[in-house]
């Protein structure tokens, strides 16, 4: 069994940097093979495709943009009265794609409209989300692209988001019917939800097209004390066969703690303050000194 593969979110790693440029170049450093990064779209991406390639790092995942975050978007696919602004951004996230060499972009559900009751505009919403997401197949498959879907804990993370379960997810995904259509696996919002890791993992890891991780319920690396066990999550991934990236979408050692409350979004609106990322992962160093790494092709 080949050892996993991870990739540094660097909207949420190495933020004790200015620019994801330099981010960029610390995850080079540090070891990783690959990054993903939540929104690159203030940064040109020529700029950032060429601080990738100098220090050896692929960019596996981008997300669609967020919407109008004043107004409290996260995410358009699944928005009534939002489907041109979605189609927008789509366009805009596979033209950064493209220029960056990114396989895979996270199509981003969206919230329930603030006010409206979930149950009452469900299936409102659904219906959106099918039809935009048949677009974005479309799209996609144009230039060889994958979308992923990840649904975001509604305990904890982001009360009004729309997608909250695998089993929604997947649900949504076999009435859309596209093999470039898959499921984004962030364990961290699956054990929030229903637990069960185990047994989810192996039901739905042959739709999952990409792995985030971070401890419960801190948020932080997967070293870091809390209620899960990621040595032998990590080990399950490899029995199971999975051959993707495991991205690292946590909070950096030494960010303050109780930053994240029930208000906390999927990505920050201010930058995280500084943590030691470095130091942080000595549970990567100590999964590469027991597995090894990936060798080219694997």
């Known amino acids: 069994m080949a050892p996993l593969r991870f990739s540094a979110n660097v909207s949420w790693l190495f933020t004790e940097l200015p620019g994801l440029t330099a981010r960029l170049r610390a995850a080079g450093s540090s070891g990783f093979e690959a990054a993903e990064v939540g929104w690159p779209y203030g940064e040109p991406p020529e700029a950032l495709a060429r601080t990738a390639q100098?220090?050896?790092?692929?960019?596996?995942?981008?997300?669609?943009?967020?919407?109008?975050?004043?107004?409290?978007?996260?995410?358009?696919?699944?928005?009534?009265?939002?489907?041109?602004?979605?189609?927008?951004?789509?366009?805009?996230?596979?033209?950064?794609?493209?220029?960056?060499?990114?396989?895979?972009?996270?199509?981003?559900?969206?919230?329930?409209?603030?006010?409206?009751?979930?149950?009452?505009?469900?299936?409102?919403?659904?219906?959106?989300?099918?039809?935009?997401?048949?677009?974005?197949?479309?799209?996609?498959?144009?230039?060889?692209?994958?979308?992923?879907?990840?649904?975001?804990?509604?305990?904890?993370?982001?009360?009004?988001?729309?997608?909250?379960?695998?089993?929604?997810?997947?649900?949504?995904?076999?009435?859309?019917?596209?093999?470039?259509?898959?499921?984004?696996m962030d364990i961290f919002h699956w054990q929030i939800m229903d637990g069960n890791l185990t047994g989810n993992i192996r039901e739905f890891l042959p739709l999952v097209g990409h792995v985030q991780v971070a401890q419960v319920p801190g948020r932080g690396e997967p070293g870091s004390p809390g209620e899960l066990n990621f040595p032998y999550l990590f080990q399950l991934l490899e029995d199971?066969?999975?051959?993707?990236?495991?991205?690292?979408?946590?909070?950096?050692?030494?960010?303050?703690?109780?930053?994240?409350?029930s208000s906390w979004v999927e990505m920050p609106r201010v930058p995280l303050p500084s943590g030691d990322t470095v130091e942080g992962l000595s549970w990567l160093r100590s999964y590469w000194d027991k597995r090894g790494r990936p060798q080219a092709g694997q």
């Open 54 to 184: 100098e220090v050896g790092l692929q960019l596996v995942l981008i997300n669609t943009p967020p919407g109008d975050r004043e107004k409290g978007e996260m995410g358009l696919g699944a928005v009534p009265g939002r489907q041109a602004a979605f189609r927008n951004g789509l366009e805009q996230a596979v033209l950064y794609a493209k220029a960056l060499g990114c396989p895979r972009i996270h199509l981003m559900a969206g919230r329930v409209p603030q006010g409206a009751d979930r149950a009452a505009v469900r299936g409102e919403m659904e219906t959106v989300f099918l039809e935009n997401l048949r677009h974005a197949a479309g799209v996609l498959a144009q230039e060889n692209l994958v979308g992923l879907l990840e649904p975001i804990n509604t305990r904890i993370t982001d009360p009004r988001y729309f997608l909250d379960t695998p089993q929604q997810a997947a649900a949504i995904l076999e009435k859309v019917g596209r093999p470039n259509l898959q499921l984004q």
């Open 240 to 261: 199971e066969g999975y051959k993707g990236f495991v991205g690292c979408e946590y909070q950096p050692r030494g960010v303050r703690q109780g930053l994240f409350s």
